[in-house]
T-cell receptor
Framework: AQKITQTQPGMFVQEKEAVTLDCTYD???????LFWYKQPSSGEMIFLIY??????QNATEGRYSLNFQKARKSANLVISASQLGDSAMYFC??????????????FGKGTMLLVSP | EAQVTQNPRYLITVTGKKLTVTCSQN?????MSWYRQDPGLGLRQIYY?????VTDKGDVPEGYKVSRKEKRNFPLILESPSPNQTSLYFC???WGQGYETQYFGPGTRLLVL
């Protein structure tokens, strides 16, 4: 079974500063994918970034980067130059190996990020 | 515009009154899923479908039914809703079965009295 752990229930950051949201995972699969989603107060789920287990370079998407440390089984999200609009709940998720043609997406419990002016 | 739509967005009902939450995607995706989100628990998968007429249980399927008669639609059915099914529900779809990004619907907030 796969498991995602987000140990930070909430984080505060000041506008324009960088922030790291922690995510550790547990899986016995050799091949897997890691995702981060953002959920603003309006409720929708917004895909941010993806990292494959065999990707040698850390994924980046604009101000978002994923600090992937495979040996430590961690996939932290780094947001550079925080903006007020970054205030939201952030979820780390993982898809493991496929069973019968399908791989389940498992979510962590989320981290609430609040950006202050 | 590529999107996943859900209806209704908000629903208040009473215990035992059957309801259906519809989900539709216009991206010709084969894979569709339903999740529920509860405070402190993150998102948990209810059911998923790999194609028309192919569905399987996720982590929390009790009390729910689904059907996939058409590729674009994946309704979630609560035959006899109970208060513990009060939650935020998301439908999602993806074109592949591997690590492709899932596209989420806007969510349906359900309150069962």
């Amino acid at each position: 079974a796969q498991k995602i752990t987000q140990t930070q229930p909430g984080m505060f950051v000041q506008e324009k500063e960088a922030v790291t949201l922690d995510c550790t995972y547990d899986t016995s699969d050799q091949s897997y994918g890691l995702f981060w989603y953002k959920q603003p107060s309006s409720g929708e789920m917004i895909f941010l970034i993806y990292q494959g287990s065999y990707d040698e370079q850390n994924a980046t998407e604009g101000r978002y980067s994923l600090n992937f440390q495979k040996a430590r089984k961690s996939a932290n999200l780094v947001i550079s130059a925080s903006q007020l609009g970054d205030s939201a709940m952030y979820f780390c998720a993982m898809r493991g190996a496929m069973n019968s043609g399908y791989s389940t997406l498992t979510f962590g419990k989320g981290t609430m990020l609040l950006v202050s002016p | 515009e590529a999107q996943v739509t859900q209806n209704p967005r908000y629903l208040i009902t009473v215990t035992g009154k059957k309801l259906t939450v519809t989900c539709s995607q216009n991206m010709n995706h084969e894979y569709m899923s339903w999740y529920r989100q509860d405070p402190g628990l993150g998102l948990r998968q209810i059911y998923y479908s790999m194609n028309v007429e192919v569905t399987d249980k996720g982590d929390v399927p009790e009390g729910y039914k689904v059907s996939r008669k058409e590729k674009r639609n994946f309704p979630l059915i609560l035959e006899s809703p109970s208060p513990n099914q009060t939650s935020l529900y998301f439908c999602a779809s993806s074109w592949g079965q591997g690590y492709e990004t899932q596209y989420f619907g806007p969510g349906t907030r359900l309150l069962v009295l």
